[in-house]
C-alpha cells in the first residue's frame, strides 16, 4: 500500500516538474521576445497586423459665380504623377512590367509629347531595374483628364497597387475671368486648407469651406486598403452680384483713361439703384514697369478725402435745414478768400479768370465754387460748428454701413466736440469743400445712390446668394440705412443741380453730357496727402465724378476715381470715364429690341395718341392744336404747361413774376428767349429743339443785364 502511495506521489512530483520547465521555458521565451526578438517582431506587426492611420479627407472648395452664372472663381486639381517600382505585384511578377512596357511608352509619348516611347521605355526600364520607390513619370503637374486618361494605359489600368502608378493631388484656385474683380472675388492662401485670404474668399470662407472627412489607411495582406470613415462636406456657392460684362466695361473705360494719363491708381464702382448691387468694382494700380493691375481694394479701403463730391452733400444739409434756397446768391468774388490770418486762402479754379462774382447757390455747385461753399456753411453753422456734423450723422452720412467684404474701411467725419484736433478756424470751412472727412469711394457711391434713389439710402453689397448643389440656400436682399436721407423738396432740387452739373453751361461736369441719355452728377478734385509725412502734396490730385443715368429714370449709379494723373482735369479724366462705361452699359442692357419696336409701331398705326407740345404761350398752342384737330383741356392762361392724358393735351397756368427768373425749360426757343429777353437778360443758346436746362434757376431775383445760358435738346 505504501509503495503504491509513493508511486502516485512519484507520478504528480513528475509532471509538476514537468510543467514548472514549461512554464519556466514560457517564461524565458516571452523575456526574448520582449527584449532580444522585440524589434523583429514589432516589425512584423507593423508589416502583416493591419497598422491603422487616420487621414483627413479635404473638402472640395465651393465656386464663386457672377450675377449671371459664370464662373469667377473655382477649386481645380493637378496632379504629379509617380511609380512605385516595389509593389508586390511588379516584385513578384517582372513579366507583367516586361510584356507592357512597349505599349506604355508608346501611349507616354503620345500624351505628353515632350521625347520618344524609345526614352520613356528606357527610363522605365532603368527604374524599374533599380528598383525605384518614387520614380516620376512626368516633371510636370498634369490636369485632371490626363490624370483620368493616363489610368487607362497599358499597366496602369491595373490599379495602384499592382501597377505602381500613384499620383499626388495638389488643388489650384482659378480665375477664368483673370483680372476681372479680381480683388473683390478674392485670393486663397496655397494652402488651400487655411481658406480665403481676402475679398469674398475671405468673408464667405466657411461657406465656401464646407467640413472635411475622415479616412483609415490600414494594410491587410499587403494591401494598404483606404476605407472612408466620415465622406467630406463639400463647400456651397457664392453667387454674387457682379455682372461680368459691366465689369469687363467699367475696366477697359478706365484703364483707358489711367494709361493715357498715366495715373498712379484709379478706381471705377457701378451698381443699380433700386437694389443696391454692386455691378461692377475696379481697382486698378500702376506697377514699377508701368502696367496696371489689381492690388487693392481701394474702392471699399482707400480712406480719402472725397473732395467736391461732398459738397452735394453739404448742400443737402443746408437746403433740409432751410439755412439756404437755392435762388439765393453769394458773392464768391475775384476767386480769393483769406478769411482769417491763420487760415490757408481759399481758392476757386476759375480765379485766374476773374472769378465768378455774385452767382447763386445753385451755381456754387454747378461751378464747384470753394468760396460759395464756404461763405455758406459760416454763414449757416459758424456759431455751431457741430451742427453740420450732426446734421450729416442724422441724414446717415459718415455712418459705417458694415460693407461685407474683408478691407472695407469705414469713414470719419470729425466733430468739434470729438476730436481735439478740431480747428475753431479751419475744419468747418475744409469740411464745407469736402476735406477733414475721410471716407472710401464706396461710401461717396452710396449717397449718390440715395439722390438716384428717391432719398433712400441702401447698403452696396456683393453676394446675392448662396447655393448647394444648384439650390438657393440663403439669399441676401436689399438692405435700407436710412428710408429717407432728406426732404423730398430737398431732393427735388438736389436732383435739379446735379442735372445742370452736367448739361448746364456752367457745369463743371459738361464733357459727361451723353447724346443718348441724362447723366446727373458732380465732379471732385482733392489734393493727395503724401503717406510719410502726412502733408498735402503740391501738384498731385485725386480727380473723381459720382454720378447716376438715365437722370430721369435712374437704373445705375457709379462714382470712377483717378489718383495723380498727369492731366489733373476730371473733365478729361473720370468724367471720359464715367461717361464711357454709362453709355455702355446702357446700350448693353437696353431692353428694345428692333422687333420689339416694329411691333409697337404696327401696334400705334391703330391707335389715336395725342401729340407731345411744348410748354409756351397758350394761344400758340391753340392754333397749331386746331390744325391737327387736336382737343385741349385744363386750366389755362397766357402761358402754360403741357402734358398728355389719354387722348388730349393738358394744360396748367405758368406762374410767372417781372421780378424773378421764369422757369422756360420744356419751352421752344421763341417762347423762352421772349420771356427771359423781356426781362432784360442777355440770352445764350446752346444746341437745338427745347430747353433741357437753364445755368440760372427759376426763381431768382432779375438782374437787368445778367446772362444767362440755355441748354437745348431735340
Not at 447 to 470: E, H, M, Q, T, W
Request: charged share 25%.
Amino acid at each position: 500500500m505504501a509503495d503504491k502511495r509513493t508511486d502516485i506521489i512519484f507520478r504528480f512530483g513528475l509532471v509538476y516538474a514537468v510543467f514548472i520547465v514549461l512554464f519556466a521555458a514560457v517564461i524565458a521565451k516571452a523575456v526574448v521576445v520582449m527584449t532580444v526578438e522585440r524589434n523583429n517582431w514589432l516589425a512584423l506587426h507593423a508589416r502583416t497586423s493591419g497598422e491603422k492611420k487616420d487621414v483627413v479627407e479635404p473638402s472640395k472648395r465651393g465656386n464663386i459665380y457672377a450675377c449671371d452664372g459664370r464662373l469667377m472663381a473655382s477649386s481645380v486639381p493637378t496632379y504629379r504623377v509617380y511609380m512605385d517600382m516595389r509593389v508586390e505585384n511588379l516584385k513578384e511578377h517582372p513579366e507583367v512590367f516586361y510584356g507592357q512596357v512597349d505599349s506604355l511608352s508608346l501611349c507616354l509619348a503620345r500624351l505628353f509629347k515632350d521625347k520618344p516611347a524609345s526614352a520613356y521605355k528606357s527610363a522605365l526600364v532603368a527604374a524599374f531595374k533599380r528598383g525605384n520607390r518614387r520614380f516620376s513619370v512626368y516633371p510636370h503637374r498634369i490636369p485632371y483628364y490626363q490624370w483620368k486618361e493616363l489610368q487607362s494605359f497599358p499597366l496602369y489600368r491595373l490599379g495602384r497597387y499592382k501597377s505602381g502608378l500613384f499620383g499626388e493631388e495638389y488643388v489650384q484656385r482659378v480665375k477664368p475671368f483673370g483680372s476681372l474683380a479680381a480683388r473683390t472675388v478674392g485670393d486663397v492662401y496655397p494652402d488651400l486648407s487655411k481658406g480665403g485670404s481676402s475679398g469674398i474668399e475671405y468673408s464667405y470662407n466657411k461657406v465656401l469651406t464646407g467640413k472635411p472627412g475622415l479616412s483609415t489607411i490600414q494594410k491587410v495582406a499587403n494591401r494598404r486598403e483606404r476605407i472612408v470613415v466620415q465622406e467630406p462636406e463639400d463647400g456651397m456657392d457664392v453667387v454674387t452680384t457682379i455682372d461680368i460684362d459691366i465689369q469687363d466695361i467699367s475696366e477697359h473705360a478706365l484703364l483707358d483713361v489711367l494709361e493715357r494719363y498715366h495715373a498712379k491708381s484709379g478706381y471705377a464702382v457701378f451698381m443699380e439703384v433700386k437694389t443696391g448691387e454692386v455691378k461692377s468694382i475696379v481697382n486698378m494700380y500702376r506697377s514699377a514697369s508701368g502696367r496696371y493691375y489689381e492690388k487693392e481694394n481701394g474702392a471699399l479701403s482707400d480712406m480719402m478725402e472725397p473732395g467736391s463730391t461732398f459738397k452735394t452733400l453739404v448742400l443737402m444739409a443746408l437746403l433740409d435745414e432751410g439755412k439756404v434756397r437755392l435762388t439765393d446768391t453769394v458773392d464768391v468774388g475775384n476767386g480769393r478768400l483769406k478769411y482769417h490770418p491763420r487760415a490757408p486762402e481759399v481758392t476757386d479754379h476759375n480765379a485766374r479768370k476773374g472769378g465768378y462774382g455774385r452767382i447763386s447757390v445753385a451755381n456754387v455747385i454747378h461751378g464747384s465754387s470753394n468760396i460759395g461753399m464756404h461763405k455758406m456753411v459760416y454763414d449757416a453753422y459758424g456759431d455751431d460748428q457741430g451742427a453740420l456734423v450732426d446734421k450729416l450723422h442724422s441724414m446717415k452720412v459718415g455712418v459705417p454701413m458694415n460693407l461685407e467684404i474683408q478691407g472695407a474701411a469705414k469713414p470719419m467725419i470729425k466733430h468739434p466736440e470729438k476730436n481735439k484736433d478740431w480747428s475753431t478756424v479751419t475744419s468747418l470751412s475744409a469740411l464745407s469743400r469736402g476735406y477733414e472727412i475721410i471716407m472710401p469711394p464706396i461710401y461717396t457711391l452710396a449717397y449718390y445712390n440715395a439722390i438716384a434713389n428717391d432719398g433712400k439710402l441702401i447698403r452696396p453689397f456683393f453676394v446675392k446668394s448662396v447655393n448647394k448643389d444648384g439650390m438657393v440656400v440663403k439669399t441676401y436682399k436689399t438692405e435700407t440705412i436710412n428710408s429717407s436721407i432728406c426732404k423730398s423738396s430737398t431732393l427735388k432740387q438736389l436732383r435739379q443741380v446735379l442735372l445742370d452739373v452736367v448739361e448746364g453751361e456752367m457745369g463743371t461736369a459738361r464733357p459727361v453730357r451723353s447724346d443718348f441719355m441724362h447723366i446727373a452728377g458732380k465732379t471732385g478734385t482733392a489734393r493727395m496727402v503724401d503717406e510719410t509725412n502726412g502733408r498735402y502734396m503740391l501738384g498731385h490730385y485725386r480727380i473723381s465724378f459720382c454720378g447716376y443715368f438715365p437722370a430721369d429714370n435712374p437704373q445705375y449709379t457709379g462714382i470712377v476715381v483717378v489718383n495723380d494723373p498727369n492731366v489733373p482735369s476730371a473733365g478729361m479724366t473720370s468724367c471720359v470715364a464715367f461717361k464711357n462705361i454709362a453709355e455702355r452699359i446702357m446700350a448693353l442692357k437696353s431692353e428694345i429690341t428692333p422687333d420689339e419696336l416694329a411691333e409697337d409701331t404696327l401696334q400705334m398705326k391703330n391707335v389715336e395718341l395725342a401729340p407731345h407740345s411744348k410748354d409756351g404761350n397758350y394761344k400758340a398752342l391753340q392754333t397749331v392744336m386746331r390744325g391737327v384737330h387736336q382737343s385741349i383741356s385744363g386750366e389755362s392762361d397766357e402761358w402754360v404747361r403741357t402734358g398728355v392724358a389719354e387722348d388730349e393735351v393738358r394744360v396748367s397756368p405758368l406762374e410767372l413774376s417781372d421780378e424773378l427768373i421764369p422757369d422756360v425749360r420744356g419751352m421752344g426757343v421763341k417762347d423762352a428767349v421772349f420771356l427771359l429777353e423781356k426781362r432784360g437778360l442777355e440770352v445764350h443758346i446752346h444746341g437745338y429743339g427745347k430747353v433741357v436746362s437753364q445755368d440760372v434757376l427759376p426763381g431768382t431775383a432779375v438782374t437787368k443785364g445778367r446772362r444767362i445760358n440755355l441748354v437745348l435738346r431735340n
